[in-house]
């Protein structure tokens, strides 16, 4: 994904997060980390908006690992942690910058290119949803943000959402279940 997709990946990520963290969602300093956290993993690419301000260590780390490779692992993921967990960091400092690097690497995922998660081993994870920079790209990113948003409104602002959606009209209550109330059975076409 492009870079303005993963900054409003962070920070819906953050927004969904924070509220079971115990920590403020709309608080400017912990978003912003989130938003950094979001950027981060990209510093292995010499072209990325991360890795243009990090030279000449994006270049170094781009010829050694490659792009994809160490940094949108779960390797890096456990190591980023540890750093930001057990080396004194405080929870309000390290969550959201964890939270941001994850919402990166499930961005990523999204993408046919996918993620080397296992890294240093061979073999991609992929749910290829939308091609990097394709315009499909920031329509799947504003269907995560309305997701992310809403888990963090609540349910009854997310059920206003489905209502609002009409969802459940055009689907079927059957095909998205979770989803529909028993109310909208009554718009819905018979079967049979």
Known sequence: MMAGSHVALGAAAWFAV???????????VPLGLAVIGALLPDIDHPKSWVGRRMRPLSTIIAAVLGHR???????AVAGCGWLLFYDGTPHAIAAPVLVGYLSHLAGDLLTPRGLRLAWPFKGTWALPLC???????????AALLLWAWSAAAGPQ?????VDASRICAWSGSDLVPALCSARHAAFLPRRG
């Open 131 to 141: 091609r990097s920079g394709s315009p499909f790209e920031p329509m799947v990113v």
């Open 18 to 28: 924070a509220p079971h963290l115990g920590l403020p969602a709309l608080d400017p």
């Open 69 to 75: 490779g160490a940094t949108h692992s779960l390797l």
């Open 157 to 161: 602002t997310r059920q206003s959402l």
